[in-house]
């Protein structure tokens, strides 16, 4: 298939680290993940890359096991070098990575075969049906014919594109296309998915039937992806963990799914009532609270639950000193904070 190569960083790409020193003097690092219970998929050793002389990866270091992890940045970031250099189609120029335990210096053969790739860009064979490029597909990445045919049959069918299997590619829309390489990057079972830009230039139904296909094989359990996106609502609904590139560095990291299990239990509400009264009654229940809005009505308070204590009990505790609750928000930032904060700092 057609490997398109990452834009260069140019004038306008961000040249610094926010969470320090300038991104050149000092390569950023992902906090390993612990909370999934599930081995890495991606373990990310010093990996340097250079291309054409220029650094494009600089120092990644550490370890990504979410069960569909975003990778974010602009362009000129590194996101699909780091996609290729996990392929092997480039070699790193200092450090390693690791992808499901092997190698990619020494185990590119094993990795690829464990890999399903989705490129951003269409790479058909001009005037070849989808079955017959999904079952070359299969067979480049390792199976018999005959299985092969038949798992492209039933690759074709699992996107939506049974029905259409026989007409040539040529003759199918964007998203058609779309779900045509997603079918030819599952056939072969793959143990991990790379999907490169998988929702790109898609009309709204499109898209929602690709996320559903994207949140379909990461519920199943049997394969961890991996989707390399510019569209943030796309990343915030289907991944678990997030990784943000800026100038070939790490420039954030969030378990996402950490994160929103935590928020639940930090909120905000805004009460008029017998304030005082249901704040001590709260603090009661073990929870830590807190005023603001220097006096204002209605009185915003701030709160911070234990585990154990559900949200209804504090309806119950209002209703008992007659305190009308009339907003109830869980503090939660937005992928796109997220994003912004990431790509903010000295320049």
């Known amino acids: 298939m057609n490997h398109e190569t990452e834009h260069q960083p140019g004038a306008g790409a961000f040249e610094t680290d926010p969470a320090g020193p300038p991104a050149a003097a000092r390569p950023a690092a992902v906090a390993p993940r612990h909370g999934s219970g599930l081995p890495p998929v991606v373990e990310l050793d010093g990996l340097e890359v250079r ?83 999904v079952r070359l597909m299969a067979e480049l990445s390792g199976l018999p014919p005959e299985p092969a045919l038949e798992r492209a049959h039933e690759a074709l069918f699992h996107v939506g594109l049974g029905e259409a299997r026989y007409r040539p590619l040529g003759s199918y829309s964007l998203g058609m296309k779309q779900l045509a390489k997603l079918a030819q ?89 017998a304030e005082d009264a249901f704040l001590e009654a709260v603090r009661a229940l073990g929870a830590e609270c807190a005023q603001t809005g220097n006096g204002r009505r209605p009185r915003r308070i701030k709160a911070v639950l234990p585990e154990g204590l559900a949200v209804a009990e504090l309806y119950r505790v209002a209703s008992a000193h007659r305190v009308q609750i009339r907003r109830l928000s869980y503090k939660r930032d937005s992928l796109e904070e997220i994003f912004l904060r990431a790509m903010e700092g000295p320049q």
Do not use: Q, W
């Open 185 to 273: 990057a599952i056939v072969h079972g793959p143990r991990l998915l790379l999907l490169d830009e998988p929702t790109a230039g898609l009309d709204p139904p499109a898209r929602e039937r690709m996320l559903r296909h994207v949140a379909a094989i990461r519920d199943a359990g049997d394969t961890r992806v991996i989707v390399s996106s510019h569209l943030l609502r796309d990343v915030e609904r289907c991944c678990d963990e997030v990784l943000v590139l800026k100038d070939g560095v790490i420039a954030a990291y969030r378990d996402l799914a950490a994160e929103r299990r935590a928020n639940r239990r930090f909120l905000e509400l805004e009460v008029r009532g």
């Open 51 to 133: 291309l054409g002389g220029r650094p494009i990866l600089r120092g990644l270091t550490g370890a990504l096991s979410g069960r569909c992890i975003g990778l974010l940045g602009p362009n000129g970031a590194g996101k699909t070098t780091l996609l290729h250099t996990l392929l092997g189609f480039y070699s790193p120029s200092a450090g390693t990575a690791r992808v499901l335990g092997r190698d990619i210096r020494t185990d590119r053969g094993e990795i690829r075969a464990a890999i399903g790739y989705m490129p951003e860009r269409d790479a058909f064979v001009s005037g070849m049906s989808a079955v017959a490029f």
